[in-house]
């Protein structure tokens, strides 16, 4: 039963974030990469802050925690978040995304290196490679044929930044997993949201004008601020925690694998879409590959060593 809910958790998790890359590209029509991030931060610490308040639980008593939450917020949303909002206006969604799906492998990497209950084993392995292959025949056609003809200079400088975003979410993860003590939900993520809006928002005043766009911007790019606030960040950060602190920093990470898969349901449901055999495929390698590493289905004649290092 406790493998079924951790799964369970991962999927909503997975829904929560999977619309995000679809909400940045809306919100940067009228609105500046550093003002998004400055804004969808500010708004979701305060939904969260309000539940807080009414459950009577104080920040300052975990002064300790501060710190951690100040270097967790640089890797975990400030970094990511705003490269990830200059990447898509260079280079397609698609292939944010497909380069974002790296996270995984860069976490077992760094997990193995810094976490003791968490060492590469075969099956760990194996599951983030399946579904690494998984995202692979997902995306990649795509992504070549949206590269004809395009500015490979431009292009370059959206992947580079693609790739930046996805090693600090898995240096972030696996700080939270090594250095934050068991504290009230919902105290790490403010805290951490609170922290990072120390350097988030001089840093849009004195590269952007956020007061003019928030005046001018139009219905559609408040929406994509508001997806990603809510959706985003409110309610993600909440599972994102709970799953790391139950599962480890390897499940958590696995997420980033299933982001296009409710992207592409998303698009089924309300865009009209429809599915093909690509998707099919690739699909079930994903899952498969959650299912593997998070030891809900063990693969055939093979035991779950320790890889040696």
């Given at each position: 039963?406790?493998?079924?809910?951790?799964?369970?958790?991962?999927?909503?998790?997975?829904?929560?974030?999977?619309?995000?890359?679809?909400?940045?590209?809306?919100?940067?029509?009228?609105?500046?990469?550093?003002?998004?991030?400055?804004?969808?931060?500010?708004?979701?610490?305060?939904?969260?802050?309000?539940?807080?308040?009414?459950?009577?639980?104080?920040?300052?008593?975990?002064?300790?925690?501060?710190?951690?939450?100040?270097?967790?917020?640089?890797?975990?949303?400030?970094?990511?978040?705003?490269?990830?909002?200059?990447?898509?206006?260079?280079?397609?969604?698609?292939?944010?995304?497909?380069?974002?799906?790296?996270?995984?492998?860069?976490?077992?990497?760094?997990?193995?290196?810094?976490?003791?209950?968490?060492?590469?084993?075969?099956?760990?392995?194996?599951?983030?490679?399946?579904?690494?292959?998984?995202?692979?025949?997902?995306?990649?056609?795509?992504?070549?044929?949206?590269?004809?003809?395009?500015?490979?200079?431009?292009?370059?400088?959206?992947?580079?930044?693609?790739?930046?975003?996805?090693?600090?979410?898995?240096?972030?993860?696996?700080?939270?997993?090594?250095?934050?003590?068991?504290?009230p939900p919902l105290v790490a993520p403010v805290i951490q949201l609170f922290s990072s809006?120390?350097?988030?928002?001089?840093?849009?005043?004195?590269?952007?004008?956020?007061?003019?766009?928030?005046?001018?911007?139009?219905?559609?790019?408040?929406?994509?601020?508001?997806?990603?606030?809510?959706?985003?960040?409110?309610?993600?950060?909440?599972?994102?925690?709970?799953?790391?602190?139950?599962?480890?920093?390897?499940?958590?990470?696995?997420?980033?694998?299933?982001?296009?898969?409710?992207?592409?349901?998303?698009?089924?449901?309300?865009?009209?879409?429809?599915?093909?055999?690509?998707?099919?495929?690739?699909?079930?390698?994903?899952?498969?590959?959650?299912?593997?590493?998070?030891?809900?289905?063990?693969?055939?004649?093979?035991?779950?060593?320790?890889?040696?290092?």
């Open positions: 039963m406790k493998l079924h809910k951790g799964l369970f958790e991962i999927l909503l998790l997975s829904m929560l974030w999977g619309p995000s890359f679809l909400f940045i590209k809306i919100a940067v029509g009228d609105i500046a990469p550093l003002t998004i991030t400055a804004l969808r931060t500010l708004i979701g610490v305060l939904l969260l802050y309000i539940v807080l308040k009414f459950r009577k639980v104080h920040l300052w008593k975990h002064r300790k925690l501060w710190f951690h939450c100040f270097v967790i917020g640089i890797f975990a949303n400030g970094i990511p978040w705003i490269c990830f909002n200059f990447a898509v206006q260079t280079i397609p969604t698609s292939l944010s995304a497909l380069i974002n799906g790296t996270t995984p492998v860069l976490t077992i990497i760094l997990a193995n290196i810094f976490l003791k209950d968490e060492q590469l084993t075969w099956g760990r392995g194996i599951g983030a490679t399946v579904g690494l292959v998984g995202f692979c025949v997902l995306f990649l056609p795509t992504v070549f044929s949206s590269l004809q003809g395009t500015d490979l200079a431009v292009d370059m400088r959206g992947i580079l930044l693609s790739f930046i975003g996805a090693s600090s979410y898995a240096v972030g993860i696996v700080y939270v997993r090594k250095n934050f003590p068991s504290v809006l120390l350097y988030l928002i001089p840093l849009a005043f004195i590269f952007e004008s956020p007061l003019l766009m928030i005046q001018t911007a139009s219905l559609s790019s408040w929406f994509g601020v508001l997806g990603l606030a809510v959706f985003g960040t409110a309610f993600a950060f909440i599972m994102y925690y709970r799953i790391i602190e139950r599962q480890g920093a390897t499940a958590v990470s696995t997420v980033t694998y299933l982001l296009p898969v409710f992207g592409t349901i998303l698009g089924v449901t309300f865009l009209k879409e429809t599915l093909d055999v690509q998707f099919l495929i690739a699909a079930i390698l994903i899952f498969s590959g959650v299912l593997i590493v998070n030891s809900v289905i063990s693969v055939p004649f093979l035991k779950r060593n320790k890889i040696a290092t």
